[in-house]
């Protein structure tokens, strides 16, 4: 009950029994003043805010008293009005003050406003209800928590139901959205709940962290809907600081392929870490122009005259060579590639020209201009490929693992290499929250398929340190956590969107799920070793394995004949060079 309730409680019923009609505008300015004394001495002293601990079924029933109270004492002390009429009045204006406030619900609840859930029935939850009852848009109709003690109780008109049956509870109270509320719960349990949550058709959104804020940093209404990393229950790892700043703090680094998913979050991290300058290079204008716009916007370190954007094809040598001297570039992140499976499988000689020629070129023009360490971001594609694109991602991890073992450069070569990034350009999420919004069908290869699932965000943190890590011709993994299957990656977001899965559980439900078939080069399953060895660095997330080379010396000849193959437009030649040198490599089309 607010606290304007207690003077309009006590006005109503004064009004309507006044001792002296005559005088009535006095008599009322003198009540609803002296209730509004009444409600500031509750509250200065304390009173009210004890008796507003919500955690009962009971607390209206105090609030009720203690302004049943107040009325009382002032119309027989002060007003002397007769007792009999003091109890009428407080009957009759808690009726009338009953109605007033549920025609007042009825009214907002009719006006559209968004039913929220929240799940976390502590301190957190407490503050997030009155935060949201000051918000016209939503609407809190329950809490939900795990603790037994508290389900049954009411927090500011809010139930308190447990978590089980939440499918039931969401369609009964017609609930739009969760908000979780549980920002000091430790990740496994936040992890377990979250996962739960995500088999539901509802959206989650939640609360910002408690570090957050209690530093002011943000408010605990900011809530945001959950990533899907999150949905998908990944824990990132807290990055080591040492090994993020050592390689690009106050260094002249070089990202290829800036414009990409994995090339842009390199290149915005690299800037957060203070280096000297900060060299964007991709062959797309529109990217290369996005990704300027961004950093400008991040530049905290006011570096406007040392984030140089370069329109180039990598394959250049001699211009690639010119950028290095001329930037004094330290490190190389070449990220740049054609990745897309199926537009590859389309384009043979032009991908194998742009990620193997192309790697090899820069890898020349690095090491002319004495840059010190040279990072290739390869794939988890690249392990026994069955497509052009993994096998030339793999034919490129060897030829830095071949020159790194020539022992002819000063250059530091390493590889770092991963499965899929949620949220990147080739990625099916972007393609599958289209298809949702559109309202489905969602459309998914095989029902089989598994992939594995990073963030761009944390895939380009875990690059930035194993490269720190590396020594000449190191290959790195990314532990990528466990395969998700693609169709429960697709239910996960027609869930959070809010909708339904039809299927042959829920004929009635609103978005499909469509089989489609396996596309030219796909695999049902991806790996990330070929030969499952390796060992453990200082950081958990990454692991360095070893695989074996050739020489280069005999590569080179290969790579020289392939180089021909494609200037001749010999695709079949192409491919049979490519299946000579690539271990593993078995297309499927």
Sequence with gaps: MPF??????????????????QDLLHTSATIFVSSLVGVWCLKFLGVYRIITIENNAVDSWIQFSVAAFFTYAID????????????????????????????????????????VAIYGAGSAGNQLIAAIQSMSELEVVCFIDDDKHLIGRVIRGAKIYNSDNLLDLIRQLNIDRILLAIPSLASPARNKITLNLAKLPIRISSIPRLDAIIQGRAALSDFRDLSIDELLGRKPV????????????????????????IGGELAKQILRLAPNKIVLCDNSEFALYNIEQELLKINTEKLENN???????ICDTEYMEKICRENKISIVYHAAAYKHVPLVERNKLEALKNNILGTLSLTEA???????????????????????????????????????????????????????????????????????????????????????????????????????????GDLFLLDMGKPVKIIDLARVMIHSSGKTVRDHNDPFGDIEIIETGLRPGEKLFEELTINGQSEATIHPKILKITESYQAWEGLEVGIEKLRTAIDDMDEPAAMEILESFVEKFKRTN
């Excluded at 984030?307 to 094809?313: E, K, W």
């Excluded at 002319?368 to 034919?395: C, E, H, Q, Y």
């Design 238 to 261: 807290e990055p080591i600081p040492d090994l993020l700043h050592e390689n690009v703090s106050g260094k002249n680094v070089l990202v290829t392929g800036a414009g990409g998913s």
């Design 366 to 472: 690095a090491e002319r201009s004495s840059v010190n360490k040279f990072v290739l971001i390869s794939t988890d594609k690249a392990v026994r490929p069955t497509n052009v694109m993994g096998a030339s991602k793999r034919l490129s991890e060897l030829i830095l693992q071949a020159k790194a073992a020539d022992q002819k450069t000063n250059m530091n070569y390493c590889m770092v290499r991963f499965g899929n990034v949620l949220g990147s350009s080739g990625s099916v999420v972007p393609r599958f929250w289209e298809q949702i919004e559109n309202g489905g069908p969602v459309t998914v290869t095989d029902n089989k398929v598994e992939r594995f699932f990073m963030s761009i965000p944390e895939a380009a943190q875990l690059v930035l340190q194993a490269s720190t890590l590396a020594n000449q």
């Design 76 to 115: 027989t002390w002060i007003l002397e009005l007769q007792t009999s009429l003091v109890i009428l009045a407080i009957v009759l204006s808690t009726l009338v003050l009953i109605v007033i406030r549920s025609w007042t619900q009825r009214r907002y609840s009719k006006a559209g406003r968004s039913k």
């Design 307 to 313: 984030i140089i954007s370069v329109l180039a094809n």
């Design 4 to 21: 304007t309730d207690f003077a309009i409680f006590s006005t109503i019923g004064h009004v309507l029994f006044l001792k002296n009609n």
